[in-house]
């Protein structure tokens, strides 16, 4: 995939932090301003908008295949560790960071 450069000014986003925030934008964990930021980088990127589209359908698909059943916990906790993992990889934000965001769509999942 290549990736784009783009100037940090203010309400540009460049892929590294596009991609690092997909599922946060898929889950509406976004502020709004955020949200239309990255929506405006990932509109305009071909790369960013084919991997967004692909993380859509992936999400969708998990949605209809576990059909409002619950993940098991050991299911739970390496999806988190994971995701996680990733998130911090690729927008270098620390643990502490990561986990609220899990926790925050472990809940509202579990609702």
């Known amino acids: 995939m290549t990736v784009r450069d783009e100037?940090?000014?203010?309400?540009?986003?460049?892929c590294d932090d596009a991609l690092a925030e997909i599922y946060l934008l898929l889950d509406k964990e976004c502020t709004p301003e955020r949200d239309a930021q990255l929506r405006r980088h990932?509109?305009?990127?071909?790369?960013c908008l084919e991997e967004y589209g692909i993380d859509e359908q992936i999400?969708?698909?998990?949605?209809?295949?576990?059909?409002g059943e619950h993940a098991p916990a050991e299911l739970k906790n390496r999806l988190k560790a994971s995701?996680?993992?990733?998130?911090?990889?690729r927008s270098r934000?620390?643990?502490?960071?990561?986990d609220a965001v899990m926790e925050r769509t472990t809940q509202r999942t579990s609702d």
């Open 59 to 67: 999400k969708q698909l998990l949605a209809r295949k576990c059909g």
């Open 93 to 98: 934000v620390t643990a502490s960071e990561t």
């Open 42 to 47: 990932i509109e305009d990127c071909p790369p």
């Open 83 to 89: 995701i996680r993992n990733k998130v911090a990889e």
């Open 7 to 14: 100037s940090n000014e203010t309400g540009h986003v460049n």
